[in-house]
């Protein structure tokens, strides 16, 4: 098995060049044999033309396929050695194209510069292209000079890999060229109808709502009952005059709304809708000072973000955005760093912490587990979904269901549904937002 998988990219690159696919293969014994067998050896006249101008197309094709294969090399490696000035962001590249950074969000049609001709003039044959890296198969030529490519899900890499593929249109011969090329690249997570999310607050350490919970700070303004080795200074001797009791002063403990956030987004399969909301979140009126607290205002006036992967936080709106888009490249993670994070980022101050997660559970909820019961802070989980359920289908439709697979909604909700059920023993409070309605599902929708 090792030495199988050690020889594929060998086969593949075989298979890549070598002109003929298995239907040109096939075609071309089948009328050799027919070609023999009938019009040789019966001289029938009827086999004899038909097996020359299969053949003689076969071979037509091959020619052709072959000549348009050079001409897309030659016409790449020409647009490579194309004279430009170099720039800052590609110091080793001479074709300013290149350097364009291409920015657009998923699901929405992207203009990329790619220099290659596109075969339209010519007989017989065509000109396809598919992404190998990142994958998406959504790619047209548009120019020369341009091609158009929608991408499904979020993107941040700095090269693409392509699969120029030439065949005819009889799908007798075909030659795939696979061409790595520096374009930088950034696709956002699509935002769905997100307007207005509800403010994620909850309760630290402060000086407005008194609380047993709360931390020491301020007057002592509140008293309890005299402890042995309590200084004699903070005696209440008033009260000791009325009811012959020994109080002493203490701090109140008070409970405060939380001005500070520290985010983390875990990255996992089936983030995409997480990752949009997540956006959506530090895109709302990210740099202006909220009035009130109904303002929509991100995660908040004060906030500390970082997602898997990145060796440290930011606090910057487009500093956090990359590193979401840069998380796609390590779903493995699975929240590896939010506790070093998490109990970083408590080291200058009580905060709330606000997990962005996945809808499938995954090693990442035993580290938000981990968390709660090794930080005493308050925890909030979001999750976003891509639609929440379809309809029952009909009665009458049940003995087709078994021949259909169900649809994707239903599946989400499974996995949701059991990711909540594991989240219910840490006693977080868990957000599910749905990325396409706009709102926030309720707990009486959670069961699938």
């Known amino acids: 098995m090792k030495l199988l998988n050690a020889l594929k990219p060998t086969f593949q690159r075989a298979s890549n060049g070598f002109p003929w696919t298995p239907l040109g293969i096939a075609s071309a014994l089948l009328f050799a044999v027919l070609l023999k067998t009938y019009a040789f050896q019966q001289l029938d006249l009827v086999w004899l033309v038909v097996s020359y101008g299969a053949l003689g197309l076969l071979a037509v094709s091959t020619l052709l396929v072959i000549a348009g294969t050079l001409r897309v090399h030659l016409g790449l490696r020409s647009a490579a050695r194309a004279p430009g000035p170099k720039s800052a962001s590609n110091p080793g590249s001479s074709n300013p194209e290149n ?11 992207a203009t990329v510069p790619f220099p290659c001709p596109t075969l339209a003039r010519w007989p017989l044959i065509r000109l396809r ?5 990142p994958h998406t198969t959504d790619v047209r030529a548009t120019t020369n000079r341009t091609e158009q490519a929608r991408l499904h899900h979020r993107v941040h890499t700095q090269q ?7 065949e005819d249109v009889l799908g007798l ?13 950034r696709c956002l997570p699509h935002t769905g109808t997100l307007n207005q999310l509800p403010r994620f607050l909850s309760m630290t350490g402060g000086d407005e709502i008194p609380h047993p919970m709360g931390i020491d700070d301020g007057d002592r303004t509140d008293i309890r009952r005299y402890v042995a080795g309590d200084p004699a200074r903070f005696l209440h001797w008033k009260v000791f005059g009325r009811t012959r009791k020994l109080m002493v002063r203490i701090p109140e403990r008070a ?17 995409e809708p997480t990752a949009g909301v997540a ?30 992967g990145q060796a440290s936080s930011t606090r910057h709106p487009h500093g956090a955005i990359d590193q979401i888009l840069k998380a796609s490249t390590t779903p493995n993670q699975q929240a590896a760093g939010l506790h070093t994070f998490v109990q970083t980022a408590l080291k200058e ?8 997660a996945p809808h499938q559970a995954g090693p990442w909820v035993e580290q938000v587990q981990a968390l709660v019961r090794t930080q005493n802070v308050p925890v909030q989980i979001l999750i976003g979904v891509d639609g929440w359920r379809t309809p029952e289908p009909p009665r009458w439709m049940a003995p087709l269901k078994r021949h259909h697979p169900p649809p994707p909604e239903w599946a989400q909700a499974t996995k949701l549904h059991a990711t909540l059920q594991q989240l219910g023993r840490s006693h977080c409070h868990v957000h599910v937002v749905d990325r396409m309605k706009g ?3 309720s707990p009486q929708e959670f069961t699938p």
């Open 129 to 133: 292209r598919s992404w190998a890296q």
């Open 99 to 109: 350097t364009v950074v291409v920015d657009t969000i998923a699901g929405q049609t």
């Open 160 to 166: 693409l890999t392509r699969h120029l593929i030439i």
């Open 279 to 308: 956006t959506h979140m530090l895109t709302a009126n990210p740099s202006s000072t909220p009035t009130g607290l109904g303002a929509p205002t991100g995660l908040g006036i004060e906030w500390t973000f970082q997602a898997d």
């Open 439 to 441: 709102r926030e599902i």
């Open 349 to 356: 101050g009580p905060a709330q912490v606000l997990v962005f």
């Open 173 to 185: 011969c075909r030659v795939t060229l696979t061409r790595t090329h520096h374009q930088p690249l």
């Open 255 to 271: 409970l405060s709304q939380s001005r500070r956030t520290v985010a983390y987004f875990v990255a996992g399969p089936g983030d």
